[in-house]
């Protein structure tokens, strides 16, 4: 029998008796993960890096962030747990595939908690917000629709003791949020006396976060 008359044959049998769900998802299981799952990670993981760097959050990258994490995680979990069981040959050759994945995720998770997205975003940003604060007047709140450095401006104010508040155009992820600017230290974490509802979070140096409860 030739290699054509072979080949047809086998297809022949695949098409006789088709892969049942369990075999599919075995093999599926036992091939590292690639071309799609891997950039997928990268793109979940840049979404979180930037819903990190806009002070109170941003609604729509976190929810994209969170849910398209949550369910590559779950796959991830799934397909492990499945190679471990049939294929573990396969763990082995593959390795650095493997684990690519879950340095992605720890990477994201180191630098969102240490605020680095945020402070690189305030620090690349600070020359530009500064020059727009000094257009502002005290006790005002001057509409805008601009960019300063890389953040979108809604308004800029001033606060009768020299906070000068930037309100970030989509920030925050149930209140309006932004940054502020003041010489002196502001208390974080709790409501200061003169404005309003607003809670501090420190950033660097003399800039902060707010959000308006």
């Not at 005002?140 to 960019?147: M, R, V």
């Not at 890389?150 to 992820?173: E, I, N, Q, W």
């Not at 208390?187 to 902060?208: A, L, M, N, Q, R």
């Amino acid at each position: 029998m030739s290699a054509a008359e072979e080949g047809s044959v086998a297809k022949l049998i695949e098409i006789a008796h088709p892969p049942t769900p369990r075999q599919r998802l075995a093999s599926w299981a036992s091939r590292p993960p690639g071309r799609l799952y891997i950039p997928a990670c990268v793109i979940v993981g840049l979404v979180l890096l930037y819903e990190e760097s806009v002070p109170g959050g941003h609604l729509p990258s976190f929810v994209i962030g969170i849910g398209g994490g949550a369910l590559l995680a779950a796959m991830g979990a799934l397909r492990l747990g499945i190679a471990v069981s049939i294929a573990r040959p396969m763990i082995a050759r593959y390795w650095l595939r493997w684990i690519t994945a879950p340095l992605i995720a720890a990477a994201a998770i180191v630098l969102s908690v240490s605020d680095v997205p945020l402070q690189a975003r305030v620090e690349t940003s600070a020359q530009e917000l500064r020059a727009v604060g000094h257009t502002a007047h005290s006790a005002t709140t001057a509409p805008l629709d601009t960019w300063a450095g890389l953040y979108p401006l809604k308004s800029v104010s001033v606060t009768d003791d020299g906070v000068t508040r930037y309100t970030v155009r989509g920030a925050g992820l149930l209140g309006a949020s932004g940054l502020a600017y003041s010489s002196d230290p502001l208390p974080t974490d709790v409501f200061v006396k003169g404005h309003g509802g607003t809670v501090y979070e420190h950033i660097s140096g003399p800039w902060y976060s707010w959000t308006e409860y």
